[in-house]
Structures are given as structure tokens and as C-alpha cells.
């Protein structure tokens, strides 16, 4: 079930109104079942391994706060971790691993025999795993006290709207709401629904849309050229931005119509002046979860310079695994880890450098922001390729073709046209919260700018229920 399907419209309009009519106390027993529904939609096994997942990190927390013993605590913090990390490898990685060593083996001539699983990735794992997780290590930290209400825990791991693609909550941050009393607000439902439309218009409008061009030219590297590659990436730069933001507006949408708030996952990231303002933008729940459970237990930047950028690599590198399964992401991941170093290592002196030529403000930072996307739509060439060898075939490839690109006139101009509101919106955004600016115009202005958003979803959007570009991870 996907949000982008008229089921999961109908299953919406079901549960909104089931979850405020529900006493609140017993509110969870139709929003976990709900949610294992959602989940079950794709494939009924799917709910064995989350709820298998939920049942091992419920009990070692709870076994970490009976007890003062380090050694005790530390010992069911492994076994949460290992459960965790060893059901996603088991899924995700074990076939990418031994593939990868039958390569190595037949370059050395070493037959190297490993049975391949025949498993399908199940969707969101990497997503509800990491949220677990943090849950055992907050525990664990004494950042938090154990969830003993098996059903609540059960909802914060597979509550529905940011289950199978985030935002990755924290337990602090969410499992408090599921006990608290919200009364239906018709201002906060409307303005959810508003979130949602807006999720919705950029992924089928801008995100669908552009993804034909996109798909056209990657999935076929062999037979384009230069400008071909430069415009579907620059295409696939937006087009994972609005499938990826407009999930999670989806997901924080839903969530406020029912009255739970969830993090902000996306904050303008294409305006970001550096590599690292990029990561303070982008995805920012995984960011941050990188930084809080990764970063800085490695040391963070506390144990001198070098091992800082060491912590970085690392990180940035693990971040990239964590996307998928293939030496695509390694490379990306590694890339984002030498340009995340080289921007903090060389920010001192490009600033200097700033001050002495006595640029304009506007100036430096239009130029700032031009060079942190290029190098952001240099490693998306890594992230996007089918294989390590198209990337590099795009890359020492951008000379040939030229002036003749690949055309496809209406998706090029719907797509441009869905761009163009995009721009204009996160204009406003530079002013202040679009919605609340939208709820201060008269009413005409008002219903005119929703009725503009859902004709366009129904006219322009690209009707073919595709999933989104993160259910993969």
C-alpha cells in the first residue's frame, strides 16, 4: 500500500475517523493493527520480522533497566544490537556480501561456494531497524525509561505513516505521544491535509514526471551523451528530492491529521552552502541518527583533528551501506565522507579568502550554493547508476554528444512546470512557514491555491502507482 494509491486513500479515510471516535486509552488496538495491516499490504511475512524485531528490543530494554550491572546491561545491549543489525544483514546485505567475495575469489582463481538467499528485501527494514535500535540504546544511555506497555511499543515501531520510509523517530520523541489525549482539531487536520497535497503534487507531479526522462537515459547509459547525462542528472537531483521530501510530507501529514507530530526530515537541502550545511538539511533524521548513535560514540571530533576526519569517513561510508546493498552507494557514501572532510578542512580559509576580496554577502552565497549542488549532483551519479561501470562511462563521458540531447518534450515541460512551482514555494519558505503565510490570505486565495495543487495532481501527475524511491532502503 502506497500513498500514492486510492487504497491507501480509502484506508485513511477509514482510520482518521475510527482513531478519534476510540477512547484514547485504547486508541493504540486500532492503530498497531492498522499499521500491521499497512505493513502486510506488501507481503504478509513482512509483519513476522517486524514484530519479530519489536518482541527482541521490548525485551532487552526491559532487561537493561532491572539492572545496575554494566556488564548485564552492556550484555543485552549486544544482543539487541546483533538482532537487529544481523536481521538486516540476513536480508539486505548477506547476498551483496558473498557476491562480492565470489568476485574476489574468481579474480584469484579461488572457488569460493556460498548459497545465495533467495529472499526479497523487505520494505522499510533499514528504516524500523535503525528506529528500534536507538530505542534500546537510549535505554541503555538512561535517556530513557523502558516502554513496558508491549502494544504501545509495538505502535512506535510500526506506527504507519513513517514506517516503511521515515522519518526515523526517536523513542523519546514519539512513544510519549501515544499515551497523551488529542481531541480532533479541524485547524491541525486541515493544515495535515494541506502538508499531504503538497507531498503528494511533488511526488507524482515533479517526481514521477521526471523520472521517465531519468530512467530513459540511466537505464540505457550506453546510447546517450553528455548533455543527456548532465540533464538527467540534474532531473534525478530533484526528482529523488520531491519523491524522498514528499513521502515524509506525506508521512508528517497523515500523522498531524491525527494529532502526533513527527520530525522534520527536509529543510530546503538544495540551498545548502556547503557539504556540511547540505547534511544539516538532508534527511535529517538519518543524519542525525548517524551523528547521535555512530559519530560520536567513534569520538566525534573529541579525540584531535585527524581522528575527527577518520569518524567522518566512517560514518559517511557506513551511511552510504546503509542506503543499499551495492558498490554504488559504498563509493557514494565514501564520496559524500572526502567531500563532508575537504569542506570543513578548507572552510576556514575559503571564509579568509572571502574577506579579503571584500565579496558581496549575496555574492558569496549564490556561488556557494551553485558549487555544494554540483558536487551534490556529482556523487548522485554513483547513487542513481545501475553499476559501478555506468558511472563511470557518464563521467568520462560528458564531452561526447554535444549539442544533441536526449528530448522528451512533454515530460520535460511538465516536469519543468512542476520545478518552477517547487522554486517558487521554497522562495517563500526563505520568508517564513508556507502554510501559515497561505492561512493569513483571504479565502479566495486560499481555496484557489489547494484547487491549483489537486488539479494538478489529477491532471499532470504520472498515474502508475509507482513506489517510492526509498521503500528500496
Not at 504478509?44 to 539492572?67: F, H, K, M, N, S
Not at 526563505?430 to 486565495?445: F, H, K, W
Request: proline fraction near 5%; hydrophobic fraction near 50%.
Amino acid at each position: 500500500m502506497t500513498f500514492n494509491s486510492m487504497l491507501f486513500a480509502v484506508f485513511f479515510a477509514v482510520v482518521v475517523p475510527l482513531h478519534f471516535l476510540t477512547p484514547p486509552r485504547l486508541r493504540w488496538c486500532l492503530l498497531l493493527p492498522a499499521s500491521y495491516f499497512f505493513y502486510m499490504c506488501w507481503r504478509p511475512e513482512y509483519g513476522i520480522l517486524i514484530l519479530i524485531t519489536t518482541t527482541v528490543d521490548y525485551c532487552c530494554a526491559l532487561q537493561i533497566a532491572r539492572t545496575d550491572r554494566r556488564s548485564v546491561r552492556k550484555l543485552f545491549l549486544i544482543v539487541s544490537v546483533v538482532a537487529d543489525l544481523g536481521m538486516l544483514f540476513s536480508f539486505k546485505y548477506f547476498n551483496f556480501v558473498t557476491d562480492s567475495l565470489r568476485s574476489v575469489g574468481l579474480y584469484l582463481d579461488v572457488p569460493i561456494e556460498i548459497p545465495h538467499l533467495n529472499v526479497l528485501l523487505p520494505v522499510g527494514i533499514s528504516f524500523y531497524t535503525f528506529q528500534s535500535m536507538s530505542y534500546t540504546i537510549d535505554v541503555y544511555r538512561g535517556q530513557m525509561q523502558p516502554e513496558r506497555h508491549f502494544g504501545l511499543y509495538a505502535l512506535y515501531v510500526s506506527f504507519f505513516p513513517q514506517l516503511v520510509a521515515g522519518p526515523i523517530e526517536r523513542g523519546t520523541h514519539l512513544l510519549p505521544q501515544f499515551r497523551q489525549t488529542f481531541k480532533f482539531d479541524a485547524a491541525r487536520a486541515w493544515s495535515g491535509l494541506q502538508l499531504m497535497g503538497w507531498g503528494l503534487f511533488k511526488k507524482v507531479v515533479i517526481a514521477d514526471r521526471l523520472a521517465i526522462y531519468v530512467n530513459s537515459v540511466y537505464n540505457n547509459v550506453p546510447e546517450h551523451g553528455g548533455p543527456s547525462y548532465l540533464l538527467a542528472t540534474y532531473f534525478f537531483a530533484f526528482q529523488i528530492y520531491c519523491d524522498f521530501s514528499g513521502y515524509s510530507d506525506i508521512a508528517i501529514g497523515a500523522a498531524r491529521v491525527m494529532g502526533f507530530d513527527l520530525m522534520q526530515n527536509f529543510r530546503r537541502p538544495y540551498f545548502a552552502t556547503t557539504i556540511v550545511d547540505f547534511w544539516r538539511r538532508w534527511h535529517i533524521s538519518l543524519s542525525t541518527w548517524l551523528r547521535d548513535y555512530l559519530y560520536i560514540p567513534l569520538g566525534g571530533n573529541r579525540l584531535g583533528v585527524p581522528r575527527m576526519y577518520l569518524n567522518l569517513m566512517i560514518t559517511m561510508l557506513l551511511g552510504g551501506v546503509w542506503h543499499g546493498a551495492a558498490w554504488t552507494f559504498v563509493i557514494w557514501g565514501t564520496l559524500q565522507g572526502v567531500m563532508l572532510c575537504v569542506s570543513k578542512l578548507t572552510l576556514p580559509a575559503r571564509d579568509r579568502l572571502v574577506e579579503r576580496l571584500g565579496l558581496p554577502a549575496g555574492l558569496v552565497r549564490a556561488i556557494r550554493v551553485f558549487v555544494t549542488f554540483h558536487l551534490v549532483c556529482l556523487s548522485w551519479v554513483f547513487f542513481r547508476s545501475n553499476t559501478v561501470q555506468d558511472s563511470f562511462h557518464i563521467l568520462t563521458h560528458l564531452a561526447t554528444g554535444w549539442p544533441q540531447p536526449f528530448l522528451d518534450v512533454p515530460t520535460m515541460a511538465y516536469g519543468s512546470l512542476g520545478l518552477l512551482v517547487l522554486l517558487a514555494v521554497q522562495l517563500l519558505q526563505t520568508r517564513g512557514p508556507v502554510q501559515e503565510m497561505l492561512a493569513r490570505q483571504v479565502l479566495p486565495v486560499r481555496w484557489g491555491v489547494c484547487a491549483f495543487i489537486l488539479f494538478a495532481i489529477v491532471l499532470f501527475g504520472v498515474d502508475g502507482k509507482t513506489q517510492f524511491i526509498y521503500f528500496q532502503f
